[in-house]
């Protein structure tokens, strides 16, 4: 009876490391299938790639919408384009806001250089998005 008691000790130290790699591996690969979150500052408009900036209102749920499908557009042109937020009720989310006269739920375009070209309200689909940043 003693050898069973020592085969079953020196196998849980093994399980114990089993399920803490198994745990580590599977918390890993849900941090990756994550969605990646936008910026809400804009320093980098202009900076030499086109960026999409949504004017982002909580209280909207159109906004939920809307960053869904730039996660999928962006899933697509990867860092191509900037993906940015201007989150109404935030000093940085309110300068642009007043800068460029936007309103909620509203996407703004800017070349690389930094000039607003394009602006339409949302929700605008991925497909339509990808179309309408190349």
Request: aromatic share 6%.
């Amino acid at each position: 009876m003693g050898k069973q008691n020592s085969n079953a000790t020196r196998r849980m130290p093994w399980v114990a490391i089993g399920v803490t790699v198994s745990v580590v591996i599977l918390f890993g690969l849900l941090v990756m299938m994550m969605p990646k979150g936008f910026k809400a500052t804009h320093e980098e408009i202009g900076t030499g790639k086109p960026a999409l900036v949504f004017v982002y209102d909580p209280n909207l749920s159109v906004s939920n919408s809307q960053t869904e499908q730039m996660n999928e557009a962006r899933a697509h042109l990867g860092d191509e384009v900037l993906f940015l937020l201007a989150r109404v009720g935030t000093p940085e989310g309110q300068h642009l806001i007043a800068k460029h006269r936007a309103g909620s739920a509203e996407l703004l375009l800017f070349d690389p250089s930094g000039s607003l070209i394009k602006r339409q309200f949302a929700v605008k689909g991925a497909n339509e998005l990808i179309r309408w940043l190349k």
